[in-house]
């Protein structure tokens, strides 16, 4: 019993210690990235469906993984595999809107992930990264200040 405790927590500290109360674009059930495993994107460089059997719950959000290895690393770094603007469009987001994105459009753009809710908002955001990034973050600090 004790052993399994002490799992508990080393699995639940970090998320505990990490909750900033960001809004989260979710589904049904408070499901994250539709099910998609938000490691995988890094880990693997692309898009892959997590299986609801391998999941972790961070701020009251379940994600769901590919495999315990996928799992474990998002536990030991969770602000380097979660996505941006709490996974709604980069691209919206650099407009000051808050919309849903397609977890199968992505991009990874100086270690961080990036969705988005249509290919022509990828292609706006792709144009200038670097100006929508800074468009997409002052308009999510807004947002967040009053959450």
Sequence with gaps: MK?????????LLPFAALGN?????????????????????????????GKGAISAHYNGIIY???????????????????PQYGGYCAGGMAEGQRNDA???????EGGKLYLFQTQSAYKQFAQDPRKSIAAADKAWAKLTQGE
């Design 102 to 108: 397609d977890p199968k459009i992505w991009k990874l």
């Design 3 to 11: 052993k399994i405790l002490c799992l508990l927590v080393l699995v």
């Design 64 to 82: 769901y993984f590919v495999d315990a290895q996928s799992r474990d690393a998002f536990i030991k770094k969770l602000d380097a595999y979660l």
């Design 21 to 49: 109360g960001a809004p989260v674009n979710t589904g049904k059930n408070n499901l994250a990235l539709d099910g998609y495993d938000p490691a995988y994107y890094f880990t693997h460089g692309q898009a892959a469906k």
